[in-house]
């Protein structure tokens, strides 16, 4: 049982370049999001899903796309990065038992550390 | 919405003093909050969660919250403070229903303890 992987875990990209980080979770979750991490500033939500083919936006979602064709798998897209996206990303997953209470925690990836030049 | 304000970004403590880190939210209906401590180029890991079983939650490493409905805190505590405690700590929320999966997170403490 290995959680939340996220790959790559450190990556460099030239402005304008395209790139998709991988989320995967093996835990048969259906919720997963995405947060970019930014000093002083915590975590922030990009993009999350509440299950296969269903996404929504979060707080940050410009500059990035989403989709979710499996339950395991949640890549987040950048189209066309800008120095502005440099960041360190992560990806979590979690559940909600039926009939049990919403504080079921988050489990995260080990990030990948985003550097746009 | 929601909001989740974390009192002062740096904290630092003697090896063996109380540890104290503030959490405040902000919510017309008591949320589901959470701590989560992150190591130096690691991912979060949660350190406890507020259940509306008991308003004194203890988590792991020593490490507890008290949730104070009629202040809207969730502070974070530790009796004595250990080297191995250095990290950044972030408090969260999310309103559970539809909102649930959207943790909204405060700014971070970071946590430095001195010999």
């Known amino acids: 049982n290995a959680g939340v992987t996220q790959t790559p875990k450190f990556q460099v990209l030239k402005t304008g370049q395209s790139m998709t980080l991988q989320c995967a979770q093996d835990?048969?979750?259906?919720?997963m999001s995405w947060y970019r991490q930014d000093p002083g500033m915590g975590l922030r939500l990009i993009h999350y899903?509440?299950?296969?083919?269903?996404?929504d936006q979060g707080e940050v979602p410009n500059g990035y796309n989403v989709s979710r064709s499996t339950t395991e798998d949640f890549p987040l897209r950048l189209l066309s990065a800008a120095p502005s996206q440099t960041s360190v990303y992560f990806c979590?997953?979690?559940?909600?038992?039926?009939?049990?209470?919403?504080?079921?925690?988050?489990?995260f990836g080990d990030g990948t550390r985003l550097s746009i030049l | 919405a929601q909001s989740v304000t974390q009192l002062g970004s740096h904290v630092s403590v003697s090896e063996g003093a109380l540890v104290l880190l503030r959490c405040n939210y902000s919510?017309?209906?008591?949320?589901?909050l959470f701590w989560y401590v992150q190591y130096p180029n690691q991912g979060l890991q949660l350190l406890l969660k507020?259940?509306?079983?008991?308003?004194l939650v203890k988590g792991i490493n020593g490490f507890e919250a008290e949730f104070k409905k009629s202040e809207t805190s969730f502070h974070l505590t530790k009796p004595s403070a250990h080297m191995s405690d250095a990290a950044e700590y972030f408090c969260?929320?999310?309103?559970?229903?539809?909102?649930?999966?959207?943790?909204?997170f405060g700014q971070g403490t970071i946590l430095t303890v001195h010999p």
């Open positions: 507020y259940t509306s079983a008991a308003t």
């Open positions: 899903s509440v299950g296969a083919g269903i996404t």
């Open positions: 919510s017309s209906v008591p949320p589901y």
């Open positions: 969260a929320s999310n309103a559970g229903g539809t909102s649930y999966g959207k943790l909204t």
């Open positions: 979590a997953s979690s559940y909600v038992e039926e009939g049990a209470s919403w504080n079921q925690p988050q489990h």
């Open positions: 835990m048969n979750h259906e919720y």
